[in-house]
């Protein structure tokens, strides 16, 4: 499926370029200077997959051998210093387009590591890290609490795909392509029915009561 293929290269570099927002977004609002926004931006964009591919051997990284990514990254960070009131009002567009990246993020990278012949739980893990890798070193460099850490539901959603990509791989019952479309439909699904009914993982009370006691 050679269409297929190039429909996820297209929405790679629509996720990356939604990721590099979000990255240079948050490194706009903290005031830092221009090559800090940028750094931060291709951060958020290709750190994921740098980190899934140093993992897994795969020397040098395709973020840093393929030019795309870095001049994708570049022209969202330039939109956002020269366009930054009308990005703050596009709030929901890069959501979505953020949901696609982070889902498409967490199939590829499964499906990297096992096509490297790593087993099922190497292949979740640097699903997961390739969707979220990018976005816990920007929280890092940024001083803030990444956002897996916290309720939201976003990490649960690249471990939604990874898992299904793994399970698709083992069982082996239909083609590797439908399995990755499955995949990423549900992980997806998952991420926009959260934001859209505000869905949270559960976190512990707050009642210290019986601490007092």
């Known amino acids: 499926m050679k269409e297929l293929h190039s429909l996820y290269y297209v929405l790679e570099l629509a996720g990356t370029f939604a990721f590099a927002i979000s ?3 948050a490194a ?3 005031n830092l200077d221009l090559f800090g926004i940028c750094a931060i931006a291709f951060t958020v964009a290709c750190g994921g997959g740098i980190i899934r591919d140093l993992c897994i051997g795969a020397i040098p990284p395709a973020g840093l051998t393929n030019w795309h990514y870095l001049v994708v990254a570049i022209i969202a960070a330039g939109l956002t210093i020269r366009l930054y009131p009308v990005v703050q ?3 929901r567009p890069v959501l979505f387009f953020d949901a696609v990246g982070l889902s498409l993020f967490a199939v590829t990278g499964a499906e990297k590591a096992l096509t ?3 087993n099922g739980e190497v292949a979740i893990l ?3 890290t390739t969707a979220v890798g990018g976005g816990v070193i920007r929280d890092v ?3 803030r609490i990444p956002v897996i850490m ?5 990490a649960s959603a690249a471990l939604l795909g990874a898992v299904i990509v793994v399970l698709g791989n083992y069982l082996n019952w239909i083609p590797s392509d439908w399995v990755a479309i499955i995949a990423l439909t549900a992980s997806f699904t998952l991420r926009m029915l959260a934001l859209h009914f ?6 512990p009370s707050n009642d210290k009561t019986g601490a007092d006691k």
């Open 150 to 154: 916290e309720k939201e539901i976003y």
């Open 116 to 118: 490297y012949e790593h």
């Open 89 to 91: 009002r596009l709030n």
């Open 23 to 25: 990255g240079a977004t």
């Open 126 to 128: 640097l699903g997961i």
């Open 28 to 30: 706009r609002k903290r």
């Open 141 to 143: 460099l940024l001083t």
């Open 198 to 203: 505000h869905w949270n993982l559960p976190t």
